[in-house]
């Protein structure tokens, strides 16, 4: 708010200005909105050597904050069908985290974060507990070392990780850095059930959802 209030000052206007600009476009949310964290394309440079202009940034954040509503509603619905099918996650926030390229350029990485509790002794009503598993999957583009899409599962205290890289010298130097990511992770008292890389991408969940014409969990 306070870049906003700053940005729009520069220019001789009020905070009322923000909400009738045109943000950036965000098409894959519509083409796909539930589908996240998806393959990230390759994205085209931008960079033409100039600053952006004031105007450019504001829409740039009326943008990424549009983009914030979108998934955090994403988020509540998956949420309220959680539990529709079996083993589905009790909980699911879908979040991106904006960056800049050396270049200055603005890209943003793709975060699925997962809950899943654990049923025990026979009973299906999951069991919110510190026995809950995590899973993570995190996608972004790295331009030279191309897409990486990380999958991660933590039931404490057992950690286990994938990378996914398309990249072959990013796929080696991923494969070198391997030790040094599971000491540090055995340095913070976590057990390291397993730890690879591979060659390519994962293959991208379908999330689904349970439409009832009465809600059987009012």
Known sequence: AKVVSALLTSQNQGPEQFNRLTPLASQD???????FPRAPAPAASQNTGEPATVGQTLRLLAGMLNRITVNQLHSQTLNARAGGEPGAPVNTLLIELPWLTPQQEPRTAQLRLEQYSQEKDGNKRPERTSASEWRLSLSMDLDDAGPLHFDVTFRPPSVSAMVWAENQTTLRTVHRELPLLRQSLNDLGLEVAD??????SPQQMQTRLEHRLVDTKA
Do not use: E, N, S, Y
Not at 29 to 35: D, F, H, K, M, T
Not at 195 to 200: E, I, S
């Open 29 to 35: 949310l519509l083409q796909a909105p539930l589908q």
């Open 195 to 200: 730890l690879d890389c591979r060659r390519g």
